[in-house]
Structures are given as C-alpha cells and as structure tokens.
C-alpha cells in the first residue's frame, strides 16, 4: 500500500507535538536543573564518602530543582581553592583550614582568590586526630613526643587533619615529619616500617574512614595517647582533648578502654556570591533532614543533637571571618545571632 508524503509529514507533526506535550507535563527535576559543585577530600576519604552519600537526601530537600555533583580533590586546602577560583560552589573545609586561609599562611600562603571568598555556611560533624601504630610495635610508643621527628603519615598533604597534626606538635614543641603515602598503602606502610605511625580520625567519636576501616581488618593496631604533661600542654594552647571509646569506632581492641584526640570541626562553606536563599534554603533543609542523616551516618550525631550550636562553635572558632548571608538569616530566625559577628559581602 502506498502512502502518500502528506500522510508521512502529517504522521512526524503529531510525534513530534505529542512529544513536546509529554516533554511540557514532566516533572521539574526531569527538565534541568540548576547545578551546584562540592568539592571534597579524595575518594576514599570521609569528606568524599559523605558527600557523596547525603547528595540525594539534599537535592530532594531542596526540591529536586538543584543537581548535587561531588568533586574530589588533593585535599580540602585544594577544594577551598577550587571554590574560591570558580570551580565549584561549596567547598568541604575545617575550623584550622578556615584559619590558615584567613591568615594566608601553611597551603595559603600568597594566596589571592579570582572569585568572592567562602564564608562561614553549615557546620556538620566534629573529627577526632589520634596516632595509631602496628600493635607489634606498640611498645616503642608510649606518648605523641615519641613520633617527634620520625616518619609518620598524618593524612594526605593539606588534609585538614595534616594541618591539625601541624599545630598539635607547635603546641609540644616536637618535629612534624611528614612521609606522604597512597591511602591504599597505609596498612602495608604501617606493617613493612615505611612510617613508625598514622593519623587515624574519628568522626564524631564514631566514624573511620573507608581507608581507616580497611586497615583496621587487615592488621592489629594500637592508639598511643598523649601523656598527662602533654594533655597539659595541648589545653594551655588553647586546644581541646576529646576522649573516645575505641569501641565504638574500631572492629579489635586498640591498646586502651579510652582513647585521645584532638578534634577539628569540618564544615561545607560556600562562596559570597552564592545566593542568599539558596543558602538559607541549604541550611534549613539539612536542619529539617538532620535526624535522617544519622541514619545515614553516625558521624552526624552531634549535629542532630546540636545543630545551631554547631553552628555558633563553628563561627567562633573563626569570629574574624564573614558569615554567609544565608546562615546568618537561618541564625536570626533561632535567635541565635551574635551582633558581634560580621555578615559577608558577595565583593569582600
């Protein structure tokens, strides 16, 4: 049967309406969407992991009208930077990698942004710095002086728990030496004597990262605390020393029923530029979703306990830096603004 060209031409109009129409009545987040960029720690860090695990809890919070991408990088000194020359949106930083770059010192130094700087935007989870060694050395180890000068990996170069391991030994008085290794490698570097310890981290007294959980099936390990005169030291310096149950992190027994650590608050913080209600929408739908996200990870417990004091830790640790118009009107609407505080300026 022959089919005349008007009957073809007249068959295409109506596809091709019938798939604008169907194209016209779906939903807003299967048309596009508004990109927002994090950007994080390397994959196979806590930052990254987290990130990338809570993507989908946000976006929906915020209406599907946002796609969440997660960008890994060297490190959150890295990621800071990213954010602060273009490319991304939110940066994944700590309370000392807010300090450094204030001060333009350590990974800072000379540094000069091409876009609005990041400001303080939403504190999520506290992190605990502690040393750990191969628990068949475990005796050569009795306090943090003992690592003074000897190869340790404190996490990768520019790792916020890298720069808190930095001023924990200024507060000592003991040598920082640095060995840089592939995460992968830490329990091969930890067994072979590549380095004599390792920065292990909790997040929230409760969390390992994955490269952390993976060494901690594949070797005995022990936690050296430090020493009571060391304790002393760290607290005259202004930091504080947090205790944790080994339990409730690590798979074995660690040496001790209590480990020690000093904690760092990591945050996500976004540049000045970024809209004021996006950010407010931010933060309010990680407040509204915040016992939701313990589920997701236990590392987030003390945010759901405590989420505007977090937040109010967070900028106090760093008063001289600028809140972010967004946090500053959710802290209002809580009455938990402090006048004393600054609100950032998109040309700041």
């Not at 068959?11 to 604008?20: D, E, I, N, R, Y």
């Not at 760093?318 to 300026?345: C, M, S």
């Amino acid at each position: 049967m022959r089919i005349s060209k008007m009957t073809i031409s007249t068959a295409t109009g109506t596809a091709v309406a019938a798939l604008l129409m169907v194209s016209a009545m779906q939903p807003a987040d299967a048309q596009e969407r508004k990109s927002l960029r994090w950007t994080t720690s390397p994959v196979g860090s806590y930052g990254y992991n987290i990130a990338a695990a809570m993507t989908k809890i946000i976006e929906q919070a915020l209406g599907n009208e946002y796609t969440i991408t997660v960008q890994p990088f060297q490190s959150p000194t890295v990621a800071m930077k990213a954010v602060m020359d273009g490319n991304g949106e939110i940066a994944y930083t700590a309370d000392i990698g807010m300090t450094q770059f204030s001060q333009r010192i350590g990974g800072f130094k000379d540094y000069k942004p091409q876009k609005p700087e990041i400001a303080h935007t939403w504190y999520a989870y506290p992190m605990e710095s502690m040393m750990a060694v191969a628990a068949k050395n475990g005796d050569q180890f009795k306090c943090w002086k003992d690592f003074s000068g000897k190869p340790v990996f404190y996490t990768n170069a520019g790792f916020m728990n890298w720069l808190n391991w930095q001023r924990i030994h200024k507060a000592l008085g003991t040598d920082f030496k640095h060995v840089q290794i592939d995460l992968k490698s830490n329990a091969d570097a930890l067994q072979s004597g590549t380095v004599v310890g390792s920065a292990t981290y909790t997040t929230a007294g409760k969390s390992l990262a994955a490269y952390w959980k993976e060494t901690d099936i594949r070797m005995d390990l022990k936690v050296v605390n430090p020493c009571p005169d060391e304790v002393a030291k760290l607290k005259a310096a202004g930091l504080v020393v947090a205790e944790v149950d080994p339990k409730a992190a690590f798979s074995k027994p660690v040496g001790s029923d209590k480990i020690y650590g000093v904690p760092i608050l990591f945050g996500y913080n976004a540049r000045l530029d970024i809209p004021e209600d996006l950010v407010y929408r931010l933060v309010s739908a990680v407040y509204k979703e915040k016992d939701n996200l313990v589920k997701l990870d236990a590392g987030f417990t003390p945010m759901a306990k405590d989420f505007i004091g977090m937040q109010v830790n967070g900028i106090n640790a760093n008063p001289q830096i600028p809140v972010h118009p967004g946090l500053a009107k959710f802290l209002k609407e809580h009455k938990a603004w402090n006048d004393k505080w600054k609100i950032g300026k998109a040309t700041s």
